[in-house]
């Protein structure tokens, strides 16, 4: 088949995705309406495994041109999806994680759609981590992702989120990736795109986020990522404030983490947040212990939940304090 050439780029990001990369490539090749693709730029933020290899398998028997574009040093998440855009030459962007497969085969005109709105710069898909996805991760995997699983998200989160690229980089800017590394970029974005009195609108795109499929997710990596996550919400708390958070009792839910943690060191307030703090040491993490009761680590989990949690304040405080997610 010719390679089709049309308003759309998708711009793939991946670091060490192989475990996923191959679902991700197959489900856009099961799209019908390839002519709206101009290109796939596939993004290789230094991989050190297979990735580069698959991409360039499917470059070979794809109907879509597609580039595998190596970054020589490691740039982040939104320095890939930055070099990207102003690499592009269509109309359209659409951003893409490496770790999610898109349901049906009309996606391309879906994410289109919602521009008939003149004031639409992103249309965004549903992210959805369906529970059979969720039963596959190991322990600590499941543990992590525990608030996803069975659930719908909704909003900007590169997953496959279609951007107007002029007038995104026109009235908006392009991602912080000055400030933001390898999270809270989407959040930043969505607040600039709102206090630009542009929108950001559902397309009826549906997406399945796989992440990583293989069982090297070990409690280390549990410590990292909830730590990123704190770190790139305090830098965004630092800039905005709680306010400007389109989902504010998310919000408020998130910045009352750490209050538990420094409630400990303030007198006869110390008694309270040790009782809500043992509390939320058993509750956060109460769907591990209805599905994973036969392993004996659910014993360690309440120590395990106290001992992230200083984690999680500390690097919050590290981003309020800074203004910068650097994990």
């Known amino acids: ?36 693709v101009a290109e796939i730029l596939a993004m290789d933020n230094k991989s050190t495994d297979s990735s580069a290899r698959i991409v360039r398998a499917f470059a070979k028997k794809s109907a879509y041109r597609v580039r595998h574009v190596l970054n020589k040093k490691d740039i982040g998440l939104a320095g ?10 269509s109309e359209y962007v659409i951003l893409m994680h490496s770790d999610v497969v898109i349901e049906g085969s009309d996606a391309f005109a879906k994410a289109l759609a919602p ?5 639409a710069v992103v249309a965004y898909p549903v992210t959805a981590q369906p529970l059979e996805v969720w039963k596959k991760f190991n322990f600590w995997q499941k543990c ?8 719908d998200s909704h909003g900007i989160l590169s997953k496959f989120d279609c951007y107007k690229k ?5 009235k ?11 999270a809270g970029e989407d959040t930043d974005m969505d607040i600039r795109i709102r206090q630009a009195g542009l929108k950001a609108v559902p397309s009826g795109v549906r997406v399945i986020h796989l992440h990583s499929q293989d069982a090297s997710f070990s409690l280390q990596k549990l410590v990292q990522k909830e730590s990123q996550y704190a770190e790139a919400t305090g830098a965004v708390f630092a800039r905005y404030g709680i306010g400007w958070l389109s989902d504010k009792k998310y919000a408020l839910k998130v910045a009352a983490r750490p209050l538990l943690i420094i409630g400990l060191f303030v007198p006869y307030v110390q008694y309270v947040a040790l009782v809500l703090l043992l509390a939320y040491s058993i509750l956060v993490t109460r ?35 800074t203004g910068k997610q650097r994990l």
Not at 115 to 119: C, E, I, L, Q, Y
């Open 1 to 36: 088949m010719a390679k089709s050439r049309g308003k759309i780029t998708v711009i793939l990001a991946f670091r060490n995705s192989e475990s996923t990369l191959q679902a991700a490539l197959d489900s856009l090749e099961k799209q019908k309406d390839k002519g709206l």
């Open 80 to 89: 890939s999806f930055n070099r990207a855009i102003t690499m592009s030459k």
């Open 115 to 119: 521009f008939a709105d003149r004031k």
């Open 144 to 151: 992590f992702f525990r608030k996803y699983a069975g659930v």
């Open 166 to 170: 002029k007038l995104l980089i026109e």
């Open 172 to 182: 908006v800017g392009l991602f912080d990736n000055v400030n933001h590394r390898t």
């Open 287 to 321: 769907k591990i212990y209805q599905t994973e009761r036969n392993d004996v680590r659910i014993f360690l989990l309440p120590f395990v939940n106290i001992a992230v949690l200083f984690f999680y304040t500390f690097y919050m405080l590290r981003g309020l304090i």
